[in-house]
């Protein structure tokens, strides 16, 4: 491939510009015949030849590579491309780092920026340099790195010219040092170093027309560390103080800002003795003063007059600067420091005394000399500051002393050289003040033992150039000569490095050495050695040395005399020629001092002045020369060294510790000369860019190699290229090498390395140009074959749809004639139809008029003849009437005397009659003939009482009835005999599995033992241990609750037979009270008839001799005597279907009892007898038991025990609805039956108040004949209804004993199937101990331990419910048998006294004893700590766990108890504090062990929680017991102790959070951001275009393989919850812990992916929105996605929501309102990083970016968290802990045997 084919029509390429450096273009036609025509983007055009193809304007990168982090990614290294690469993302990205391969280059935005903060420290933390978005940060994390790796010393070398933010790298590369290096020591060295910063900057820097901040010295700072890299120490080095500045200052520039913020404090009461003022006061500080209108005229002449130092710069102001809150920093640093405000009240002094230096008047005298007026204020201050006699300073300023032999003279000084040398002093005073500082820092930043490590900062100043260049910028470029010649050799070293490990023959790579400039400068006879030459000379000047410049240097390629000049020269440097003017080099490389003015300061009073110019310190590189003015020299005076000297041996030295560490570059670009933000000028940066080395860079690493690609990228990127015949899936190598044989024919081009394949500069561009072709030629024939298709399928349908149109429009067509001969036949039939029918209605109306009439006519003539017939038939009648009435009255005359005529008759006969009967009654035969049919009923009531004792007979048979059932009471109670034996047998086998119980744990003991033995001595087996009881946990865990939901389903079925089986039950108990209820209420309607009937008899018994009845009376009587049997008859069987129907017929007859219910007595006041003459005695014979009443009361205790008893079970399961309905149902039929047991008690009572009415009136009546009364066998009845009421108490007491056998079946099975298992388990155990080594039998033995533990733990729970359950069973038939006992029944045959069983305990649980316990352990005080040290010291996670969670807490509360029911304050104070010292000594010791910390956390808050719940508060007793507030505690109030375990806990808290995020962090970033669950889709960028930074570092593979690290995540999480929960941690801390840990991860995620371009692009965002979905469903599998967990992933899922979205003008609105959660900062920093993966994919538009901007500040207004840019992963959500009240009884909570706590007594 030769050069020419890229340069075809449309290729862009730079064209040069005088304006713009380089300007973009694109040919217009393909280059030939040397001619190139070009159009450029605004429009204009232009045609130009090249003399060779060397000259071809250089071609521009793919779109794919703008904006890329690292400069050598990019595939043409040239120097437009750099350039446009830079611009891009400063200006479009706001993106101020780019790599350059190792080096960093850093532009100054000009503007605060929120990219430095703890966030972005932890977020770089443990990345290498190419992992995340350039920053200082990386190259300070590589630095770090390389020293804890390779053991060596590092260094970062800062440089760039003024302004451009040297000082601010090098400042945030010391503080990541101190941040990631902290020690934990008392000193906390990282701190001063920081706090040197605001020393250094106010005596070190100054505003310049560059640079508000410059650093006017060069400092290398070596931070020192431990063998554990934590920083111990620092130490400074400076170089070449810019002492000229303190007298003098160039237009709009300030003096050091020192002098400024000691001024700024001039108001200060402690400063007032300085007599200072504003900053215009002086004239070393307002020599670029500038007019302010701000500022009164008065206010600024005054102080220009006053003063003469301050009114030179006319700036003594900086924008946004506030020098008096600078000055309170600084003195803050200076305490830090260890420089107490006696030592900064001289140094204070010091800088006052220099300001007040430069106002003192020099006045000229004669011409050849000066004086100083002797009252001159400022001469005084400075004597007085300094501390100096008045006389002597004022002598010596204007006079100097000179030496001639063994004669001393003093001559005076002309006013120019009393002016040079004032300020000659002021600048030694100020030199030695700073180095005394520096030393004074040094001396703090001391380490106490000799550093292992160090890492080194050198902040120095870069490249200058001005207009007239002096000593300072001479000095300046030879250190910069020096750097930038170590900076080739190590870049150079690093290529060929690269080389020699891929094992590619390569070629010498020239690059620019500068060597000749350095030699021109530093060997002999050379710029430095002729001016310290000419020094030594008495009458050296400047022009006599730039003369010999020009003679000696001539040689020197790098040196040139310029054309028009005689007092400069030039030097060729690496970056530009630069001219300097000679004037000054001797005397600032002299720097020398009048000696009298030093032994002036020598002999202050001021201890700070004196020992500055006394002590001397060799360590100093700014060391200045004191001499004396004199023509003649000592020769000792002569040895000292010039100051060129000394920079020239201190910049060797810095050389040889740079050499002997790993160097890391960073290079500052200032972007524009007018300080403005993120505006780049391209003149100004190209500038600096050739002067800092970045583009001798570019220019090393395109003469090599640039591109490198793995053999597995390539072959993923560029397979589109190949055939697939030519892809060898197992050899990536030789399927490359097919693809560029295809494509490349120059080897040179390339080459193959053992990991890689390089390329030379450009073929990645040519080889993404054929990649795009071959794409584009693919889309090409897809989308032929598609429209191909389309058209295809449109013609088809097309042709379909014009027959379909041609089939309906012919059926149309068809059906419309079809429809008109339909209509004429219609129309036809309806013609037809029509006639018809009109003349129907003719003729029918014809026909209707002729009926009419004739009907009319006939109905008059019919009417006529009725009328006549009428009053015919009237006549007749009338007739009738009046002849009847004239007969009758005949008839009644004649009737009426006939009547008188017979009466009169009749009375004579009866008169006659009546006579003869009066004497015919007087006769005896007659009286006999009356008393005859008395005789018969009395023989008729004799009979009847003999019926009556037959039935008396029939009663006492019912004896033997009694006796049969005595004879199955016996019976019972054998079966009572088989009942106790089998509660026996139950017994033995409770015995047999508590003795396997307790073997089990010894077994488990030992075998625990041994296990602990082996773990000490076999650490390489515990991760296979850890995932078998891993797996061993989850089965166990399925297993369990697979058990709990049979044991659940068994017990709902069993609850519901029962219930079903009562509910049966009740409604037959319900039926059968019916039935007895109205066969009571039809005897007793029927017994009151015959009651009343018997009245009767009796009245008329007793009215026979008052009154004779006729035979008519007689009759009368008998025959109304049956009318009572049918009424009775009548009301009973209506009473009875009122009842059937209704029961409001029971309000009836509780009313009639309550009327008779005075008058009568109750049922048990009545006296129930037998006769004592059964032969002759006609009394009544009921046989009744004695204590029916008692047997009620006993029945009505029963029933309330067993609804007791069923309350309870549906009390232990509230949440089950059927239960609860069940439970109902039988309430409301139990209420029934109780209502009616009442109704049956009266209507007894009513019958047996009747019926003793009834005995004591037929007794009255009949006297011993009462028999009569129970004719009709009322007495049985009553006995028969006793009797139904003692069987359903029997039928009540069998099923009772039926549900005590089925239960004690299932005990039975149960104990036999643990007694199988037991076995099963301790064979298992003896073939596991029989093995041999090889099967390794202590992790088979610690997995089936594990297992039996887990599996005893449910079962032992499960034993432990069902013997509840079976105590209350066998206290309750204790209690039937007890109350049937008492009831008269005998000993019951099958409930027996059921012995309890003893049960070994080998867990906690909670039992229910028959003594009561007040819930609280009794301890001797002496014994306190041992019980501390078993609940706390000794207690280990493993054997807590098959605890009662919460139980050491219970425990501790219990003992709490105690002690307050004793009322003892010492002993509770005693113990509480001992709790609280125990936790926190374990937290400490252990608190790198999760389960620790959350065992502790768990009991920490159960105790807070019991403190609280039995404080006696009502606000925390809602959901107490009675019981429970009973103990509540009485004497103490132990709220302060509440606050001190919330601190404890929310400590605990912090300290799992800390763990938890610690185990989380490495996982992150893997497994949110690199894991690709979605094949076929890639989310990571080709490495061949990600540059290599990183690469030339280090080569650090992720410590997790991203494709498990989601798994390995989830893994954590579930672990997590499980060991939360395993320790009974409150739900809702669940809740809050897995907040913090999302939040952490949502942090940690979306900080990196802000750091990281290549993650930037839509396919990623699709993977990561996906990796995402596995952790919210994580969350809906163990119920935390309503408590709000996956709300605080909600920034994460945005972003990766804003890398899919569409992002169109159109999407403006709709993005802002989606991403609501993530700050302004973050999406404009996502949508700046959007990188297409593909050059098929469009980039966003910067428009598109500056409407969001627009659209989001409308959000952003308010909200200060808007402008951060990283998520603070040290944020912690409010801890909360809400009150949590248990529902344990503290009298039934029992210690186990584990813990030996013998010393506590339960009371």
């Known amino acids: 491939m030769s050069i020419r084919e890229l340069y075809v029509k449309g290729a862009r390429v730079w064209i040069p510009d005088s304006e713009q450096v380089w300007r973009c273009a694109e040919l217009t036609q393909d280059y030939k015949d040397r001619l190139v025509t070009v159009i450029y983007t605004d429009g204009q055009t232009n045609e130009f030849k090249v003399k060779s193809d060397e000259e071809l304007p250089p071609l521009r990168n793919p779109d794919i590579l703008i904006g890329e982090n690292d400069l050598t990614s990019l595939s043409y290294l040239h120097e437009p491309a750099v350039l446009y690469n830079l611009q891009v993302r400063f200006c479009n990205h706001n993106a101020i780092y780019t790599y350059c391969g190792i080096v960093l280059v850093a532009i100054n935005p000009y503007e605060e920026l929120p990219i430095y903060g703890p966030d972005t420290i932890g977020a770089y933390r443990g990345h290498s340099m190419g992992d995340l978005d350039p920053h200082i940060f990386a190259v300070a994390e590589e630095a770090f790195t390389q020293m804890e790796r390779d053991n060596k010393d590092q260094s970062i070398i800062v440089s760039g010219e003024s302004g451009a933010g040297k000082t601010v790298s090098a400042k945030y590369a010391m503080r990541y040092f101190a941040s990631v290096g902290g020690s934990d020591s008392e000193t906390q060295i990282e701190k001063k170093i920081l706090a040197s910063n605001p020393i250094m900057e106010a005596i070190g820097n100054a505003k310049t027309t560059r640079n508000d901040n410059s650093s006017r010295f060069g400092k290398y700072i070596e931070l020192d560390f431990t063998q554990k890299y934590n920083i111990m120490g620092a130490n400074m080095r400076t170089y070449l103080l810019e002492k000229s500045r303190v007298v003098f200052q160039a237009q709009d520039e300030r003096n050091y800002h020192i002098f400024y913020q000691l001024c700024s404090a001039s108001s200060d009461e402690k400063l007032k003795h300085l007599r200072l003022g504003p900053p215009e006061s002086f004239h070393y500080m307002n020599q670029g003063l500038q007019e302010d209108p701000k500022r009164s005229s008065k206010t600024r002449q005054g102080h220009q007059q006053t003063f003469h130092y301050l009114n030179q710069g006319h700036s003594p102001h900086i924008d946004g600067v506030d020098d008096a809150a600078d000055f309170q920093e600084t003195r803050r640093a200076f305490m830090l420091l260890g420089i107490n405000e006696a030592a900064q009240e001289q140094i204070f002094r010091i800088l006052a005394g220099i300001l007040h230096l430069g106002n003192v008047t020099l006045e000229e005298d004669n011409g ?372 560029i044989s295809n494509m490349i024919d120059d080897e040179d081009k390339f080459k193959f390395g053992r990991t890689k394949i390089f390329f030379r500069a450009g073929q990645v561009a040519y080889m993404e140009k054929l990649r795009a072709d071959r794409l584009s030629a693919c889309g090409v024939m897809i989308q032929k074959h598609v429209r191909m298709y389309l058209h295809r399928n449109r013609f088809r349908t097309m042709r379909k749809a014009a027959i379909v149109i041609q089939k309906y429009s012919r059926g149309m067509a068809a059906r419309r004639q079809a429809h008109f001969m339909r209509q004429t036949a219609a129309a036809i039939k309806i013609q037809a139809c029509v006639r018809g029918w009109v003349k129907r209605v003719q003729y029918r109306r014809l026909v209707y008029t002729v009926t009419q009439l004739q009907a009319y006519a006939r109905g008059k003539w019919a009417r006529q003849r009725f009328e006549h017939m009428r009053r015919v038939r009237a006549a007749i009648v009338i007739q009738k009437n009046v002849r009847a009435w004239l007969t009758k009255r005949r008839y009644l005359k004649a009737m009426r005397g006939i009547i008188t005529t017979q009466g009169l008759v009749r009375c004579f006969l009866a008169r006659r009659r009546l006579k003869k009967l009066k004497i015919e009654a007087k006769s005896v035969e007659h009286q006999k003939k009356l008393n005859k049919g008395l005789e018969n009923k009395i023989i008729s009531l004799q009979q009847k009482l003999t019926e009556l004792k037959n039935e008396n007979v029939h009663i006492k048979g019912y004896k033997e009835e009694i006796t049969n059932l005595k004879g199955h009471l016996v019976e019972m109670k054998a079966t009572e005999v088989q009942l106790k034996n089998s509660i026996n047998r139950v017994n033995e086998l409770e015995a047999r599995v508590v003795k396997l119980t307790e073997e089990l744990e010894m077994e488990r003991d030992e075998k625990m033992d041994v296990l602990t033995e082996k773990e000490r001595a076999e650490k390489e087996n515990r991760e296979l241990v850890e995932r078998l009881n891993a797996e061993n946990a989850r089965l166990t865990e399925e297993l369990s609750v697979a058990q709990r939901e049979e044991s659940k389903r068994e017990a709902e079925e069993l609850l519901r037979r029962k219930f079903e089986a009562e509910k049966q039950q009740l409604f037959m108990e319900n039926a059968d009270e019916k039935l007895a209820y109205q066969r009571l209420l039809k005897e007793f309607n029927r017994l009151e008839q015959k009651n009343d009937l018997l009245e009767e008899q009796l009245a008329k018994h007793k009215g026979n001799n008052a009154h004779k009845r006729t035979a008519s009376n007689v009759s009368n009587l008998s025959g109304a005597s049956d009318a009572p049997t049918e009424l009775v008859r009548d009301d009973a069987s209506e009473f009875s279907s009122i009842i059937g129907d209704d029961d409001i017929g029971y309000g009836s007859v509780r009313s009639r009892a309550s009327e008779m219910s005075d008058s009568s007595r109750n049922l048990e006041n009545i006296e129930w007898g037998s006769p004592s003459n059964k032969a002759n005695s006609s009394e009544i014979k009921i046989q009744v038991p004695e204590k029916l009443q008692e047997l009620e009361m006993e029945n009505a205790k029963l ?130 101990l029989t093995k041999g080594d090889s099967s390794n039998p202590e992790t088979l033995l610690q997995s089936e331990i594990m297992r039996l533990t887990s599996e005893n733990l449910n079962l032992q729970g499960q034993v432990d419910s069902l013997t509840e359950q079976l105590k209350k069973y066998k206290r309750s038939l204790r209690a039937y048998a007890k109350k049937l006992k008492e009831a008269g029944g005998g000993d019951p045959p099958d409930l027996l006294d059921v012995a309890t069983t003893n049960e070994g305990e080998v867990l906690p649980v909670i039992r229910k004893k028959e003594r009561e316990y007040m819930g609280m352990f009794e301890y001797d005080r002496r014994e306190e700590m041992q019980i501390i040290r078993v609940l706390i010291y000794e207690l280990k996670p493993r054997v807590a766990v098959t605890f009662l969670p919460g139980l050491p807490a219970y425990i501790l509360f219990m003992c709490i108890r105690h002690t307050d029911h004793i ?222 967990v996956t709300d605080t992933l909600a920034p994460i899922i945005q972003a990766a929501q804003l890398l899919q979205a569409r992002k169109t003008d159109d999407d403006v609105h709709s993005i802002c309102d989606m991403c609501d959660k993530l700050t302004v900062s973050q999406i404009i920093k996502i949508l700046n990083l959007y990188t297409p993966a593909d050059e098929f994919e469009e980039r966003v538009p910067i428009t598109f970016i500056h409407k969001i901007q627009a659209k989001l500040q409308e959000r952003a207004e308010g909200e200060q968290a808007q402008a951060t840019l990283l998520m603070n992963t040290k ?33």
């Open 1771 to 1803: 944020f912690a959500f409010p801890v909360r802990f809400p009150f949590n009240p248990s529902s344990i009884h503290l009298e039934d909570v029992e210690l186990p045997d584990a813990l030996p706590l013998g010393m506590l007594k339960k009371v």
């Open 368 to 739: 050849d000399s000066s004086t100083i007026d002797s009252k001159d204020e400022s001469l005084h201050i400075v004597a007085e500051l300094l501390g100096i006699p008045v006389e002597d300073i004022q002598k010596w300023l204007c006079h100097r002393k000179i030496v001639s032999g063994r004669e001393v003279f003093t001559k005076p000084m002309t006013y120019t050289e009393a002016t040079f040398s004032r300020d000659a002093l002021a600048k030694h005073i100020y030199a030695k003040l700073f180095d005394w500082i520096v030393s004074q820092i040094n001396k703090c930043f001391a380490a106490p033992a000799k550093p292992f490590r160090f890492i080194g900062v050198l902040d120095i100043y870069g490249f200058e150039t001005f207009v007239i260049n002096s000593f300072e910028q001479f000095c300046i470029n030879y250190a910069n000569e020096k750097l930038q010649q170590q900076f080739n050799q190590h870049v150079f070293k690093l290529e060929q490095e690269e080389y020699v490990k891929e094992q590619i023959e390569w070629e010498f790579i020239n690059f620019y050495d500068n060597q000749p400039c350095i030699d021109l400068i530093e060997s002999k006879l050379g710029i430095l050695d002729l001016l310290d030459e000419e020094c030594r000379m008495p009458k050296g000047s400047d022009q006599s040395w730039v003369e010999k410049l020009y003679d000696k240097c001539k040689k020197w390629e790098h040196f040139s005399k310029p054309r028009l000049s005689n007092t400069s020269f030039l030097i060729a440097h690496f970056a530009d020629k630069v001219g300097y003017e000679c004037a000054g080099f001797l005397e600032k490389n002299r720097d020398t001092v009048s000696e009298e003015q030093i032994n002036i300061l020598k002999s202050s009073q001021i201890n700070l002045v004196h020992a500055l110019f006394t002590e001397k310190d060799h360590r100093a590189p700014t060391k200045v020369k004191v001499l004396p003015v004199a023509p003649v020299q000592s020769k000792s005076k002569q040895m000292k060294k010039t100051v060129g000297s000394q920079f020239r041996d201190s910049l060797s030295l810095l050389m040889l510790t740079l050499n002997s560490t790993t160097p890391h570059y960073v290079r500052c670009i200032k972007p524009n000369d007018d300080k403005m933000a993120f505006t780049f000028d391209p003149t100004r940066a190209i500038q600096q860019l050739r002067a800092c080395g970045v583009l001798e860079t570019v220019r090393i690493s395109a003469a090599g190699y640039p591109s490198r690609w793995t053999y597995n990228e390539f072959s993923s990127r560029y397979r589109v290229l190949c055939n697939s015949r030519d892809i060898k899936r197992n050899d990536m190598r030789l399927t490359c090498q097919k693809i």
């Open 1199 to 1328: 029933k309330d025990d067993l609804n007791r008893l069923r309350k309870s079970i549906a009390d232990a399961e509230p949440q089950n609805n059927r239960v609860q309905e069940f439970m109902k149902q039988f309430e409301a039929l139990q209420d029934e039956l109780e209502r009616r047991r009442e109704e049956c008690i009266q209507l007894r009572t009513v019958l047996a108040n009747r019926a003793h009415d009834l005995r004591s009136l037929t007794q009255t009546s009949y006297g011993k004949d009462v028999d009569i009364v129970n004719e009709d066998g009322e007495l049985a009845l009553a006995y028969q209804t006793q009797k139904q009421v003692n069987r359903q108490l029997e039928e009540e007491l069998k099923a009772e004993k039926l549900r005590h056998r089925e239960t004690e079946t299932e005990y039975k099975g149960e104990l036999e199937r643990l007694r199988r298992d037991n076995e099963r388990q301790q064979k298992l155990l003896a073939q596991n």
């Open 1463 to 1684: 009322n003892d304050d010492e002993k509770v104070r005693s113990l509480l504090n001992n709790i609280v010292n125990g936790v926190k000594r374990v937290i400490k010791k252990r608190h790198e062990d999760l389960d620790s910390t959350v065992l502790w956390l768990s009991n920490v808050l159960r105790l807070l929680h019991n403190l609280k719940q039995y404080s006696g508060d009502k606000a925390f007793q809602a959901e107490n017991t009675v019981k429970q507030n009973e103990q509540s505690l009485k004497n103490f109030d132990l709220s302060e102790y509440r606050q001190v375990l919330s601190d404890i806990a929310v400590w605990i808290y912090n300290g799992v959070i800390k763990l938890m995020e610690e185990k989380v962090q490495p996982l992150i970033v893997p497994s949110i951001l690199e894991h690709e669950a979605i094949a076929g889709l890639s989310g990571n960028k080709p490495g061949g275009m990600r540059g290599r930074a990183g690469s030339l570092a280090r080569e650090l593979e992720s410590p997790v393989e991203p494709q498990k690290a989601l798994d390995l995540l989830l893994k954590e999480l579930t672990q997590f919850y499980r060991t939360l929960a395993m320790f009974g941690t409150d739900p809702e801390l669940i809740t809050q812990v897995f907040r913090q840990i999302f939040y952490f991860i949502c942090a940690g995620s979306l900080n990196n992916l802000l750091l990281r371009k290549d993650m930037c692009h839509w396919s990623k965002g699709m993977q990561i929105r996906y990796n995402l979905s596995h952790l919210e469903q994580w969350t809906r599998d163990m119920r935390l996605h309503e408590s709000g």
